[in-house]
Each structure stands twice: as C-alpha cells, then as structure tokens.
C-alpha cells in the first residue's frame, strides 16, 4: 500500500515518526504551515519557520525515503493578530519556491473581519501564482463556516477544482462536494473523524475527489491514521484501486495541480547545512 499524506504538520513530529511512516507505506506528504500553539510575537517568526518548512523538513524526509512538500500561509488564528499580518506582503516571494504546492492552510477560525480580508488576499495569491489552496474550515460553527468560505471562494475567481475544503465531515459533506471542490477529511483519535465515520463517507459518496489525512500536530493526534483507513477500506471490502485512489492518486492529482509536486526523493549528502538527523554522528 503507498500512501500520501496530504496533510501533516510534521514539525511537531520526531524522527521515529517518519520511520514508522516509511514502514507503514508512507512515500510522499504535505506539510501546511500552521499555528504552532503559542501566539508568534513577529514576522520574522514566521519566515524561520518557513525556512524550515523548505529546507530541514525535506532533508529528514528524505532520510527516510518519504517526498516532503509544502504549502505556506498566514493561518486563520493568526490572521487576527496585528503582530504578523505583514507575512502576507512577504508570502510572494515564498510562494516562488519550487517546494511549494499550494497556498494554505487558510480559512476561517472565529469568522472575524481580519480572517476575510486574510482569506480573500491569500486566494487572490493562489489565482496570481497559479497555485491550488489548501482551505481550512473552522472547527466551530462548521456549516455557517463553510457556507462564508464558499462566498469567498467564489468571489476569488479561483476554480473549485484547485481548492481543498480540509478537517469536512457529515455535517459539511454535501455542501462541500456540491462546490465542486476537492474534500479533506482529517482523521483523528478522539475528535474530527474516526476510521468507521470515514468509511460511511466513501460509501455513500465513493472515492472521487476525497484525500484523507492525519493532520498530525502537537495534540493528540496519529501520523498513521491513513494507514488505518486504508486497512479498513480493505477490510470493509473497498478494492485495491479504490484505497490507491484515496491514498495515492487523489493526493497527487490535487497538489499535482502546481506544476511542481516531485515525488522521487532527492539524495542528499547525509546534512542539512551542517547538521544531521544523528544528533551528533558522522
């Protein structure tokens, strides 16, 4: 079984997490920058954090055979904090990189004014730069913010086949797929959805434009949860195409969208600047 994880915010995650990602058939994933759990105090924060998003990130990746892509941002939460709206005059020029596959993860956390404007303009950068988006949708209020998004999505002029709606269930699944947009389903241990929740989704809806990811993070989360689908997808009498489409071609069409998605894995000369994943080994 391959498997793409098509978001994991793998900065949160150690090195044995990508071992056990390999091992569970893991070849190739995207990691969305994302709120880090504390409040970023400036926008030079941000362009650290980037940085590795671009370097060090892929560099470990690859020390375990697994593609590492991005997709870069001002997230939701952080939209509405003074200190690091300038990121959106920087993005441009990160957006430029070839690692980059989407514009993301943006959306909507509280639904406030400065989370609209940060939308509208971050879609307007994915229409100039050619680039799919990665949209988050609000953990509260799911169906009032979905509903919102899709206003701003169609105000945006960019085609529903190059937004991602991510963290969808029952709730927003009907008006998602009718968007024509792609659908993102983040399974977790405890909230968002689960394995069983997922598969009722693909057999009523089948497997058509639906990427399934482990969003893992800092929280209490399971950089495997894919593989667990695509166990139980088997299980559940779901044929071998059908988990190779949700797990694989799914991802790759969407993010392939870019022009830019490589997923040969890059050698590399054992350090990244300097520094290995050995914690002091030659």
Same mark, same amino acid.
């Given at each position: 079984?391959?498997?793409?994880?098509?978001?994991?915010?793998?900065? +949160?995650?150690?090195?044995?997490?990508?071992?056990?990602?390999?091992?569970?058939?893991?070849?190739?994933?995207?990691?969305?920058?994302? *709120?880090?759990?504390?409040?970023?105090? &400036?926008?030079?924060? !941000?362009?650290?954090?980037?940085?590795?998003?671009?370097? *060090?990130?892929? !560099?470990?990746?690859?020390?375990?055979?697994?593609?590492?892509?991005?997709?870069?941002?001002?997230?939701?939460?952080?939209?509405?904090?003074?200190?690091?709206?300038?990121?959106?005059?920087?993005?441009?020029?990160?957006?430029?990189?070839?690692?980059?596959?989407?514009?993301?993860?943006?959306?909507?956390?509280?639904?406030?004014?400065?989370?609209?404007?940060?939308?509208?303009?971050?879609?307007?950068?994915?229409?100039?730069?050619?680039?799919?988006?990665?949209?988050?949708?609000?953990?509260?209020?799911?169906?009032?913010?979905?509903?919102?998004?899709?206003?701003?999505?169609?105000?945006?002029?960019?085609?529903?086949?190059?937004?991602?709606?991510?963290?969808?269930?029952?709730?927003?699944?009907?008006?998602?797929?009718?968007?024509?947009? *792609?659908?993102? !389903? +983040?399974?977790?241990?405890?909230?968002?959805?689960?394995?069983?929740?997922?598969?009722?989704?693909?057999?009523?809806?089948?497997?058509?434009?639906?990427?399934?990811? &482990?969003?893992?993070? *800092?929280?209490?989360?399971?950089?495997?949860?894919?593989?667990?689908?695509?166990?139980?997808?088997?299980?559940?009498?779901?044929?071998?195409?059908?988990?190779?489409?949700?797990?694989?071609?799914?991802?790759?069409? !969407?993010?392939?969208? +870019?022009?830019?998605?490589?997923?040969?894995?890059?050698?590399?000369?054992?350090?990244?600047?300097?520094?290995?994943?050995?914690?002091?080994?030659?």
């Amino acid at each position: 079984m391959r498997i793409f994880d098509p978001h994991i915010h793998m900065t +949160s995650r150690t090195t044995d997490d990508y071992a056990a990602m390999y091992e569970a058939g893991v070849r190739a994933l995207v990691e969305p920058s994302f *709120w880090l759990g504390q409040p970023r105090t &400036s926008p030079a924060s !941000f362009y650290d954090y980037f940085d590795s998003l671009l370097g *060090w990130e892929p !560099f470990r990746a690859a020390q375990h055979g697994i593609a590492h892509h991005c997709t870069l941002a001002l997230n939701p939460k952080e939209a509405n904090d003074p200190r690091c709206r300038p990121v959106l005059d920087a993005l441009p020029r990160y957006l430029l990189k070839d690692n980059v596959v989407a514009v993301g993860e943006v959306g909507y956390d509280s639904m406030t004014p400065e989370e609209d404007t940060a939308l509208a303009a971050q879609l307007q950068l994915a229409v100039e730069h050619e680039l799919p988006a990665l949209v988050h949708t609000p953990h509260r209020d799911k169906a009032a913010g979905l509903a919102r998004t899709l206003d701003v999505l169609r105000e945006s002029g960019l085609p529903p086949q190059r937004v991602v709606l991510d963290h969808l269930n029952e709730t927003t699944l009907g008006a998602a797929a009718d968007s024509g947009c *792609w659908l993102g !389903f +983040s399974i977790y241990p405890d909230t968002k959805m689960d394995t069983d929740r997922m598969l009722r989704i693909l057999r009523v809806h089948g497997t058509d434009r639906v990427l399934v990811n &482990s969003a893992a993070d *800092w929280g209490k989360s399971d950089p495997l949860k894919t593989r667990h689908v695509g166990d139980a997808m088997l299980a559940a009498g779901f044929t071998d195409d059908e988990v190779d489409q949700v797990l694989w071609a799914n991802p790759v069409a !969407f993010y392939g969208q +870019s022009g830019r998605l490589t997923l040969d894995v890059a050698a590399t000369d054992g350090t990244h600047e300097g520094n290995s994943i050995l914690r002091g080994g030659e």
